[in-house]
């Protein structure tokens, strides 16, 4: 067991100037499960293969427990892999491809054929012990590779979107199962993830991603609650939070003829005039009388549990004079949540009033939250 | 009715195709066994009337060449070549698989280029190198020459194999505590070995089959191979035909016996990517 430090750590490379990973600074507690999540081409995947070895750290330095490692080989990490093609032997049988560790380290046969034994009972593989992987399905497969990491106690688990082979309904069932799993052995993971639902509702604390820079690392009600920027802000949710740009004037920010009020310290961190005013769909509340953002109902989303409600908005929701050529980005659109099985119908004429809890105010400029 | 109809004119079709082909071989099995006088007889004999085995025994020591020495140079000259091939050819193989360095394309190229040169072309080149170099008329000099023209097809054979093994299998290995050596042998050497077999057994039947250059660059009788050996026997004057054919059986066996034994290995070889 062990924490996990990256301490500026950045990577190049080759035939690129900007760094895949810049500077990350990120500390992982000993048994915590932390995920990586961002767009595609983030830098998940280089940040996890630094960790493992398999990258090269062009500045800073890593460091497991108190152990510096940057520059040790993959083998003497002390770190198992999970990767996302699973990378199998082919010509091994599952238990020896879950066996294969043990024995390079010369585990006395009989001991190892125990741990084996005990990893695939924990992963229901014992039927399949003798097969090839090629006689696997996917999620068979996903398990194997679990078991080759679990059968080692290892101080790190690496794993790079494992799931994203599996389908649908099976790549929620298996989170569920990764997730406890790593809760009973306890041994420290970093999970990397494009799908923002995955790292939400697996991660201790779930760490955002964006052009090989950290945006955020937080508990997942953290990341949810109080984004520190505008990227977070519409990475992380489903469906994404409203974010509509706005003009401060002496009252507040102003957006579809309604005022949202400004703190002292908000203004003074303001650097400019424009602020982003964000509103996540569940944070609206929905009047039938004329007071509040005037709307209609364009698309009705019936989830059963919830109604998503896709409300266009007169053009001046925005209160920032915009380019024409930005004409078509100005978001006349805003998505609302309203309990399942509402009557909402298509073209209602409603009006939208936020909670005065549920704002989040970012500078227009930076792109950075304003202070509560 | 039909289907059954057509099924026995392929059989047909293919015995006869199969005859065409094989008709030298037989003509030169029969003629192995001829007595001398026999092959020449006009009309000519299918069968012999006298079966003359003798002529695998008498031919290893004739006043034209001496046999057991050809086959020995043969034997030496191809293995060599072959396991020069391949130690070059391996770490190549590897190296352009998994690394992308600036002139891995051209290199690539290259190596094929050379395929496409024919030793009879460079052979005067070759021996005016070899006798800078003091190895003319030597099994050294052959087994450097057949291991050249043969390292193309090696390479890119295995190169295909390695390049098929994904890269996440082999840091797995690294990662579950392997050093490059280990996971090379443990992980990759099982993963790619129809890929070297296939390399191994064209290089070593390319070997054995080669005449030209071996023609020009080996002077000396007691080095020469069975392929060179083979033509003392056919004179300015008269030709002893019955050690030209029992010569080439003995020289056909190995190339038969190999094939044969890798016929299954070939296709998936030659179709290359057979790991998943
Ligand atoms: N081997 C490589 N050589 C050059 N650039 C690479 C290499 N691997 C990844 N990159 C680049 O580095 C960036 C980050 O890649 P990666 O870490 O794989 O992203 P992610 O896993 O978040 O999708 C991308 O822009 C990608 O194109
Ligand atoms: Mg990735």
Request: glycine share 8%.
């Amino acid at each position: 067991m062990a924490t996990v430090t990256f301490d500026g750590a950045s990577r190049y490379y080759a035939g690129n100037d900007k760094p895949a990973v810049d500077q990350l600074d990120l500390e992982v507690e000993d048994g915590e499960f932390l995920v990586l999540v961002g767009p595609s081409g983030c830098g998940k995947s280089t940040t996890l293969r630094m960790l493992a070895g398999l990258e090269g750290v062009d500045e800073g330095a890593i460091r497991i427990g108190e152990r510096e490692v940057t520059n040790l080989p993959p083998k003497d990490r002390d770190i198992a892999m999970v990767f996302q093609n699973y990378a199998l032997y082919p010509h091994m049988t599952v238990a020896d491809n879950i066996g294969f560790h043990l024995k390079i380290k010369k585990m006395p046969k009989a001991e190892r054929a125990e741990r084996i034994q005990e990893a695939a009972k924990l992963l229901d593989l014992e039927p399949y012990l003798e097969r090839k992987p090629a006689k696997l399905s996917g999620g068979q497969r996903q398990r194997v590779a679990m078991g080759r990491a679990i059968v080692r106690r290892p101080q790190v688990f690496c794993m790079d979107e494992p799931l994203s082979n599996l389908d649908a309904k099976l790549r929620v069932q298996t989170r569920t199962q990764i997730a406890s799993l790593q809760r009973r052995l306890g041994v420290t993971t970093i999970y990397v993830t494009h799908d923002q639902v995955e790292a939400m509702t697996m991660g201790d604390r779930v760490a955002v991603l964006k052009d090989g820079v950290l945006q955020q690392c937080d508990t997942p009600i953290g990341l949810f609650g109080k984004p520190k920027n505008l990227f977070v802000a519409g990475f992380i949710g489903s469906p994404a939070m409203n974010l509509i740009p706005a003009k401060v004037n002496g009252e507040g920010a102003l957006i579809g003829g309604q005022t949202i009020p400004l703190t002292p310290a908000q203004r003074s961190a303001l650097t400019g005039t424009n602020v982003v005013v964000g509103v996540r769909p569940e944070g609206w509340t929905l009047k039938s009388d004329g007071e509040g953002i005037p709307a209609m109902v364009e698309v009705v989303e019936e989830l059963g549990s919830d109604q998503f409600l896709y409300c266009s908005t007169s053009a001046e929701l925005a209160s920032v004079d915009t380019e024409p050529a930005d004409e078509a980005e100005a978001p006349h659109t805003v998505t609302v949540r309203a309990p399942g099985m509402s009557a909402f119908q298509r073209g209602e004429k409603v009006a939208l009033v936020p909670q005065p809890g549920a704002v989040h105010l970012f500078d227009a400029e930076s792109g950075d939250r304003l202070p509560d | 009715m039909a289907r059954e109809k057509k099924r026995w004119g392929l059989t047909i079709v293919g015995t006869v195709v199969a005859l065409v082909f094989l008709f030298p071989y037989l003509i030169m099995l029969v003629g192995a066994f001829k007595p001398r006088r026999e092959i020449l007889q006009v009309p000519p004999a299918y069968l012999p009337d006298n079966w003359e085995p003798g002529n695998f025994l008498t031919m290893w020591d004739t006043p034209e060449t001496p046999l057991p020495f050809n086959l020995l140079s043969t034997v030496v000259i191809s293995l060599g070549g072959t396991a020069l091939a391949l130690l070059a050819a391996l770490p190549a193989a590897y190296y352009t698989a998994r690394h992308r360095f600036r002139l891995r394309l051209p290199f690539l190229l290259l190596v094929l280029v050379t395929q496409m040169l024919q030793p009879t072309v460079l052979a005067s080149g070759l021996f005016r190198e070899f006798v800078e170099l003091g190895i003319n008329d030597t099994w050294l000099a052959m087994i450097l020459v057949n291991a050249a023209f043969n390292l193309s097809f090696a390479v890119w054979i295995m190169h295909s194999f390695f390049a098929s093994v994904p890269n996440e299998i082999e840091e797995a290995a690294w990662l579950d505590g392997c050093s490059k050596g280990q996971s090379l042998r443990r992980i990759m050497l099982p993963l790619v070995w129809p890929g070297i077999v296939t390399a191994v057994i064209f290089t070593f039947i390319a070997c054995w089959n080669e005449f030209a250059a071996s023609l020009i660059l080996l002077p000396t009788d007691v080095n020469q191979p069975l392929t060179v050996a083979l033509t003392r026997f056919i004179g300015q004057y008269e030709s002893a035909w019955q050690y030209v054919f029992a010569v080439s059986i003995i020289g056909i066996l190995p190339v038969v016996a190999l094939f044969a034994l890798i016929e299954k290995h070939l296709v998936s070889g030659l179709t290359a990517g057979g790991v998943k």
